[in-house]
């Protein structure tokens, strides 16, 4: 479900990216003691844990009783974590530290830098990284959730639904396309530039598909992958709005991912109009932000009303 994607790293990541200049911060102090306050179906939210959600809270310039919504976001986090584990998802911590090496270098800091910019703002690595954590599994908590309920639409539905539309059968963008990545791994991050300007560089030589392979004979670490056909409402939510505005034979801008960095070619594009295109975009409709965060909500909703949760 790919609006799902805004509860990994949700909007309040936006005020993040002042990090490096956020001016005051100071040293936290130590905590002196954890208290329990509250007690989740049998886990403890300490105190320690509300002091630094409240820090995190504080560096997105949140207002208002920040140790109150602190303490409701660890409950729910909390709650969270439970649902993730009964569901069988698992992140690795191999993904987290990606994804926190990613967020460092988008704010044009190394994951040392940013390590210790939140130990003085008193959030810590290890909170910022078990807020990555849970945000990713609760991605695919939702998404599990959203296909649960609206992936099985019937061609009994889609009639119904084009009867509605008064027989028009909706139609979408096939695309041809082929993946281009320049490998970096994790450990040699630090090349990340480099090997941006040898992408850019091949980029600005593409043209169509077909000699892909023969640009990228000689260099190093470069993997060419054929995707073959994926209608609009499938394309990756990182990568839609880039595709939707290249023109066939051309190349989307080059990004920085987990495997490298890299850049997608179109290879072609048309439309077509089928009972699988007119299933898929039926059921992508409903995919708006605020179906998101009602989904969210409900879910939510659903945890508080099943758990037990004893303030101290």
């Not at 990555?132 to 599994?137: D, T």
């Amino acid at each position: 479900m790919t609006l799902i994607r805004k509860y990994l790293f949700s909007a309040s990541f936006a005020a993040l990216v002042a990090f490096g200049s956020v001016p005051g911060i100071m040293t936290a102090t130590p905590a002196v003691a954890s208290e329990i306050k509250y007690v989740v179906n049998g886990v403890p939210v300490t105190s320690y844990d509300i002091q630094r959600r409240t820090a995190f809270l504080k560096l997105q310039h949140r207002k208002g009783n920040l140790a109150k919504e602190a303490g409701d976001e660890m409950v729910d986090q909390t709650l969270r974590a439970a649902e993730i584990r009964r569901l069988g998802i698992k992140i690795s911590d191999k993904q987290i530290n990606e994804a926190f090496g990613r967020f460092a270098s988008s704010n044009k800091m190394s994951a040392a830098q940013l390590t210790q910019v939140l130990q003085q703002a008193g959030v810590t690595a290890q909170h910022f990284k078990e807020f990555i954590g849970s945000q990713m599994g609760w991605n695919q908590a939702l998404s599990a959730r959203f296909k649960a309920q609206n992936g099985s639409m019937s061609e009994q539905d889609v009639v119904q639904r084009m009867l509605q539309q008064k027989g028009s059968k909706p139609s979408a963008t096939e695309y041809m396309l082929q993946q281009v990545i320049f490998v970096v791994p994790a450990k040699e991050r630090g090349q990340i530039g480099k090997r941006k300007r040898e992408a850019e560089a091949m980029r600005a030589r593409f043209s169509g598909c077909d000699k892909t392979r023969e640009f990228a004979k000689g260099l190093i670490d470069v993997t060419v992958r054929d995707l073959g056909r994926v209608l609009a409402p499938e394309l990756p939510p990182e990568w839609a709005d880039q595709i939707k505005k290249t023109k066939t034979g051309g190349a989307t801008t080059v990004r920085e991912t987990e495997r490298g960095v890299e850049f997608i070619g179109i290879c072609s594009a048309r439309e077509v109009s089928d009972d699988q295109v007119a299933k898929m975009v039926f059921q992508s409709e409903g995919t708006k932000d605020q179906q998101a965060e009602q989904l969210n909500k409900t879910y939510m909703e659903e945890l508080r009303k099943r758990a037990r949760i004893v303030q101290r």
